[in-house]
């Protein structure tokens, strides 16, 4: 499409993740970065000028970048418990949001993000980029077409075995939540997008944190103060079952299989070896005519996809998709309406865990 005008993009939070959202941004034609801001002084013109950007400016204060820089877009990758008001802020005055995975920390602040969207007319949408990738949008597309008849039981599987990723991520003023934020997100969307996120009703947690809290496995124990691994039992609208699991250390190889059972079928996500745990299989089993048939989703395409286009990976699809939705204006690619559930689900795993008790889900209005 010939674009007469460059989408201007800007961020907010300049850290490790920044660098995966700025590749895709300046490889595509129809987007400048115009500008960013970190509250470390000097970190967001060590960004920008690492990529040649010399004449865009920066900033120490969201505020100042939403100020002085007109945009169209903005990615958010400060740390979770800044992700709720640096969307909002940007919302706000007018901006279109890509905030990055998990939404926010509190449900609350998650429905405050929807509300600003809402009110502003701006798109605000959630970077899981794993919904691009090729078989993850195979396993989707089984499961949506009724394949699997009335689905009753999903668990989630995978795990690292030794995985706990220091930084901000460890430290629970700026992560909120540990093992639950970082990866525990991404499980909860894989296993509920599929099903068209059923409202979750209530949750029964645990949370531990044996492994960050020792010295045997990670040095800067003294400090760890989140979770490194959770469990939990979520009762779903439609009688659904979801078991929760998530670890970033273990002695195992797995906590298991990825797993949808359904009335007429199911899918099973094996887990591979391995520090980190990915998939290595991927199962679809039904019954012809009481016959019992597994079978073997193979991956045809080894690449991800945006729509129809190949692109070179599933992190530069969910920045293209935010472009694209920005270009045509049309509705975000992973809305924030959608992920309120997930949020829900990982506020609950994180106060239920603390309570030591089954907790009701209460998702807060996001009527404006
Ligand atoms: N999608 C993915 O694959 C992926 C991978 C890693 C991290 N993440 C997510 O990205 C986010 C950031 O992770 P990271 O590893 O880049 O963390 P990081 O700590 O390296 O970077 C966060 C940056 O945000 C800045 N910041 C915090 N609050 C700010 C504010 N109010 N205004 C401006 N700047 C602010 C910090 O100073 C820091 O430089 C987290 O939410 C994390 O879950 C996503």
Redesign the pocket.
Known sequence: MFMEKKIRIGF???????H?HMIPYTSFEDVEVVGA????PG??REFLDKYGLKDAPAF???TDLLKNVQLDGVSV????T??A??AIEALEAGVHVLC???MSFTIQEAADMVKASRKAKKMLTI???PRYDYMRRRVDEIIQSGALGKVYYIQSGGGRRRGI?G???VDEA??GYGCL??IGCYSIDECLHAVGYPKPLTVSAIATDYFGKNAKYWPEFNTFNVDDFSVALVRMEGDLTFIFKQSWAMHADSLGDTLWLGTEGAIKIVHGHGEHNMPSRYMYYTDVNGMQIDSVIEPSIPFSTYGEKPVKDS?AA?IRGFVDAIITNGPAPIPGEEILYNQAICDGIYRSSKLKKEIEIVIPSIEI
Request: neutral net charge; aromatic residues 10%; hydrophobic residues 30%.
């Open positions: 907010i939070g300049t850290g490790g993740i920044a995966a801001c970190d509250i470390v970190k967001a120490e204060k969201a990758c400060t740390y979770n800044t992700h008001e640096c990055e995975k998990p970077g899981f980029q990723p930084g901000t991520f700026k992560a934020g970082d992190f969910k």
